[in-house]
């Protein structure tokens, strides 16, 4: 879905119910459409709930965040769920996998939205996915994957669709050094390759620097990382 993915964030706020203070402002941000963002932070700064709010999951108190030209702050929960399912691959910090269900078939749930039975092609694609990604046994129960193929069955199933935008919150957290290089190849190659907008949430160095642009949310905003100035 090259050409799509272009985002701006106007004016955003964010602050918890109860809470007097905000939580972060985002005066200002572009991202142009197949390009690469990544997004630091100390832990409790409000990278998670940025993430949220890119994604239409949360709602800001104020501002605008447009996707190609959609404020997605406006749409109602119905319009924003066809949204996210057309434009959005996500990878969250914990998976959401369905434990119950094998590897190729959490890789095929985005499809089952669409289709209690994915057509063939959707299905030759899911498992195509498990091959580039290094898991080998999509008919395995997810219950019983190791740590790092649940986070290659979720890159997987955020790809599926072939979204215009890609967001990945944390997808090397917890992993040893390894497993981390071969996550964060895994991610950036296969965006790159079908041309979506990538958002990445880390804190590891080596996979922010890897990526067209790098910022960092502190002090209750979001900033140009020191060394890209």
Not at 144 to 152: A, F, I, T
């Amino acid at each position: 879905m090259s050409g799509k993915g272009e985002l701006l964030v106007r004016d955003l706020r964010v602050r918890f119910a109860g809470q007097e203070h905000l939580l972060f402002t985002v005066s200002s941000l572009e991202i142009a459409a197949g390009s690469s963002l990544g997004i630091s932070g100390i832990s409790g700064a409000g990278k998670t709930t940025l993430f949220h709010c890119l994604a239409g999951i949360a709602k800001p108190n104020n501002g605008e965040i447009l996707w190609d030209g959609t404020d997605i702050c406006t749409l109602r929960d119905d319009a924003l769920g066809r949204w996210r399912h057309q434009n959005l691959g996500l990878v969250f910090q914990d998976f959401h996998l369905i434990d119950g269900l094998s590897a190729l078939d959490n890789v095929l749930l985005p499809a089952c939205f669409d289709s209690w039975r994915p057509p063939a092609a959707v299905r030759k694609r899911a498992g195509e996915l498990l091959d580039a990604v290094g898991v080998a046994t999509g008919g395995r129960l997810a219950a019983l994957l190791s740590r790092g193929e649940r986070q290659r069955v979720a890159l997987a199933r955020a790809l599926l669709l072939q979204p215009g935008i890609v967001m990945a919150d944390e997808p090397t957290a917890s992993l040893d050094p390894e497993h981390r290089r071969q996550i964060g190849d895994l991610l950036i190659g296969l965006v790159r390759s079908q041309g979506a907008t990538l958002i990445v949430i880390s804190h590891e160095h080596d996979l922010l620097a890897r990526l067209d642009r790098r910022m960092s949310l502190a002090g209750g905003t979001l900033q140009l990382d020191t060394d890209q100035t």
